[in-house]
């Protein structure tokens, strides 16, 4: 499929696959004798990979290595080890973020509004300004 029918099938734009290619994380595809790149469905599959790893906030030249490495027919290096092991931690402690957020959340959910309470708060808050500026004022 040549890179317009390729870009609407994985919902991006042919700049975006233009520049994936340009920094290696779509590889050259096969070219028609008129020169037009012609992609397969293994290059579809790289896409959603690309982008779920770049919503995770990873860098695109860590996105570039984990998909050399994945891509290796061979056992991986010390060096990628380390690297993956490295990821597995900052995904983990990404994990226990996303987690605590969520729990802090959940707990919020629970609470159900006061509204006297609420504007007893925000009066005295206001009351709390006023005097602040009055005795600033002096």
Known sequence: MN???F????????????FYESIGLLP?????????RNY???DCDRV???RTLQ????ALNDIARLLTIRDAPSPI???????ITEKQSEVDAQLRTVNDFRTQLADLSHKRPNTKER???????RYQRDDEILHAEK
């Open 28 to 36: 050259d595809p096969e070219r028609e004798p008129n020169d037009y």
């Open 48 to 50: 959603p990979i690309i």
């Open 55 to 58: 919503s995770a906030g990873h």
């Open 3 to 5: 890179i317009s029918e």
């Open 7 to 18: 870009a609407s099938r994985v919902d991006e734009t042919p700049r975006t696959i233009r």
């Open 119 to 125: 504007h007893v708060a925000t009066d005295r808050c």
């Open 40 to 42: 397969d469905d293994c």
């Open 77 to 83: 290096s010390d060096d990628d080890l380390r690297f």
